[in-house]
């Protein structure tokens, strides 16, 4: 299987401080891939460096045969404001800017693209109400449809799931198993092993270093679980980044 994404030898640091270190792994094209591991793993940091929203990284971040533009990121909700007065319907249709462009107009299509996405995550009859308004997991829904009119082919979630109510979770993860039956490369951290096994074939286990990677049932082991709790637990918070070219 070909890479719709490859970390070459990748190092992501805060304050010379390393909260990734040294990973090279190859993400497949056109699968769904969990990214999992103890807290304070780096998993969503390695996310971040994939979309290029830190600075200090070290090693390259490749998208073979790939525009960037085609790349959907969905931060953890904690991370987006939800107090900017704005309702689901214009937010959902910020996910087609690429299309219309910044300061284009948006055609009848571009409304109906963002009409069918908002039905599709289950919120009809919410397109005026304000974001301020919505639960968690009605809000997770509208940030959903905003991906679909994105219509990327890569698309980066950070704990799409974390305290959200089990029905809304259900509905989002049908939309994933949809984008893997379009052939779209998702690349999603979680916490619930439950969860990424039962819908996500591929896997990267991370503790600031790659424990493993590769097919979900050979790569979530008993053994590199407790191999990276492990190494989280003994990581030394205080290490200097190495330099290139320096064993990790």
């Not at 969990?34 to 929203?53: Q, R």
Request: hydrophobic share 45%.
């Amino acid at each position: 299987m070909s890479a719709a994404l490859r970390l070459v030898d990748v190092t992501v640091t805060y304050d010379r401080h390393p909260a990734v270190h040294h990973v090279s792994v190859e993400i497949p094209d056109g699968a769904c891939t969990a990214v999992v591991g103890p807290n304070g793993a780096g998993k969503s940091t390695l996310l971040k460096a994939m979309v290029g929203l830190v600075r200090e990284v070290r090693g390259r971040i490749e998208f073979p045969h790939r525009d960037r533009s085609k790349i959907a990121y969905l931060p953890q909700q904690s991370d987006v404001d939800r107090s900017f007065p704005i309702s689901v319907l214009d937010m959902v249709m910020l996910g087609g800017w690429h299309a219309m462009g910044a300061f284009g107009a948006a055609r009848a299509t571009d409304l109906d693209g963002a009409l069918h996405a908002i039905e599709a995550v289950g919120l009809r009859g919410f397109e005026r109400r304000p974001l301020s308004t919505l639960s968690s997991g009605q809000f997770q829904r509208a940030l959903f449809a905003r991906m679909l009119l994105q219509d990327a082919e890569i698309i980066l979630l950070d704990e799409p799931f974390n305290a959200i109510d089990a029905r809304t979770t259900a509905d989002l993860l049908a939309l994933v198993r949809r984008w893997r039956e379009d052939k779209r490369t998702v690349v999603c951290v979680l916490h619930d092993l439950e969860q990424v096994r039962a819908n996500f074939p591929h896997s990267v286990l991370l503790a600031r270093e790659l424990i493993a990677a590769g097919p979900t049932e050979q790569t979530l082991t008993a053994a590199n679980l407790l191999r990276a709790r492990a190494m989280a637990e003994s990581w030394d918070e205080t290490a200097d980044v190495c330099h290139p070219g320096e064993a990790a």
